[in-house]
């Protein structure tokens, strides 16, 4: 850590030319974007167009629906395209104060968190998604017919990609917590029937109001947090072996 204080204007300023840098790539990221937005968002659409009856198909009902959705589509997706550089810059801002130890577990979070980040959409969009979509599907009759909109469609599984994606954080946030000190496996451990309650309470709040898609998020946050007792135990800090007296 630096041991000359700036002042508080210093670090205004310095916020804001990383909050400018930021706003810069993410809109660089949405107009490159938008131009495969269509595409983008017919590939976010294949887990529900494969479960949806024979000839079933996406509508908008009003006359921006599609043109909206297409520009939300673009802008998520400008926004991971340059999720590294505004990672770059929150580092920037915050790397001066920080000690040199702490320095060391900046870059392996980031890119865990990342990587970790990758698997939980993956596992939405190949796994979670096209098995609640079947289930929620499975309430068509000859009478109802899903016709699903662009709009609801998208807000729908943009939800649940982020939630998977924020959830598979778990054994990365823990570890970190553990390495620094915070806590350990055996306190995890300890407590692994309220975290178990919690996580199927997280899951009931962050997917639709059936049994499947609670399953589907509560199952896999609970290999996590025994594969975060797990990494803990490896990478957590050790406590200092006291001394004995002969």
């Avoid at 968002?41 to 529900?48: D, N, T, V």
């Avoid at 309430?139 to 662009?150: E, L, N, Q």
């Avoid at 309470?201 to 290999?223: E, K, N, R």
């Avoid at 990494?231 to 957590?236: A, E, N, T, V």
Wanted: proline share 7%.
């Amino acid at each position: 850590m630096d041991e000359k204080k700036q002042p508080l204007t210093s670090h205004l300023q310095e916020l804001r030319k990383r909050l400018v840098f930021s706003f810069i790539a993410v809109g660089a990221g949405f107009i490159v974007c938008y131009a495969f937005s269509e595409n983008l968002f017919a590939i976010l659409s294949q887990p529900l167009l494969k479960m949806m009856p024979s000839g079933g198909t996406l509508i908008f009902t009003s006359v921006a629906e599609a043109f909206f959705t297409y520009m939300k589509v673009a802008f998520i997706a400008g926004i991971i395209l340059t999720s590294p550089f505004v990672l770059f810059q929150v580092w920037a801002f915050v790397a001066p104060g920080l000690y040199r130890h702490e320095k060391r577990y900046v870059i392996p979070f980031v890119a865990a968190g990342s990587i970790f980040f990758v698997l939980g959409i993956l596992f939405a969009y190949y796994v979670a998604i096209p098995v609640g979509f079947k289930f929620l599907l499975g309430y068509a009759t000859d009478f109802i017919k899903p016709m699903p909109s662009m709009k609801e469609y998208l807000s729908f599984s943009i939800k649940f990609l982020l939630a998977f994606g924020l959830v598979f954080e778990f054994p990365v946030v823990l570890v970190l917590l553990a390495r620094i000190g915070v806590i350990d496996a055996k306190t995890m451990a300890r407590h692994r029937k309220y975290a178990i309650l919690l996580i199927f309470i997280f899951a009931a709040v962050m997917t639709p109001p059936d049994i499947i898609s609670q399953l589907l998020m509560a199952i896999p946050l609970m290999g996590l947090y025994e594969l975060s007792i797990l990494l803990s135990r490896i990478f957590g800090k050790k406590k200092p072996i006291p001394p004995t007296t002969e």
